[in-house]
Nanobody, 123 residues
Framework: QVQLVESGGGLVQAGGSLRLSCAASGRTFGRYAMAWFRQAPGKEREFVAAIPWSGSSTSYADSVKGRFTISRDNAKNIMYLQMNSLKPEDTAVYYC????????????????WGQGTQVTVSS
């Protein structure tokens, strides 16, 4: 089993920044991909960003490109999402996800999920 715990969410004004963290524990041996997804009220969960074990070839949703940056510290088993120039439409619960295979934009590809952290952007 793998446990994922997100932190760093909160309330911020439009144009502001937040940094989310996702700490992985448990059976985290080997190489694994990680990703961020988000879900707004009344909407389906959507892909935000993904990163492979190596940290290269990161992938982003078009809606966050140029504003969000995904990174990871494999020594600490932590993944980050730096969110800049936040917009009200970024308001959602943000989830981190873990996959022992290749990184993917598909939620179904991920084996483990965190409990989510709320991000609210006021206009």
């Amino acid at each position: 089993q793998v446990q994922l715990v997100e932190s760093g969410g909160g309330l911020v004004q439009a144009g502001g920044s937040l940094r989310l963290s996702c700490a992985a524990s448990g059976r985290t041996f080997g190489r694994y991909a990680m990703a961020w997804f988000r879900q707004a009220p009344g909407k389906e969960r959507e892909f935000v960003a993904a990163i492979p074990w190596s940290g290269s070839s990161t992938s982003y949703a078009d809606s966050v490109k140029g504003r969000f940056t995904i990174s990871r510290d494999n020594a600490k088993n932590i993944m980050y999402l730096q969110m800049n120039s936040l917009k009200p439409e970024d308001t959602a619960v943000y989830y981190c996800a873990f996959n022992r295979g290749s990184y993917s934009y598909r939620a179904g590809a991920y084996d483990y999920w965190g409990q989510g952290t709320q991000v609210t952007v006021s206009s």
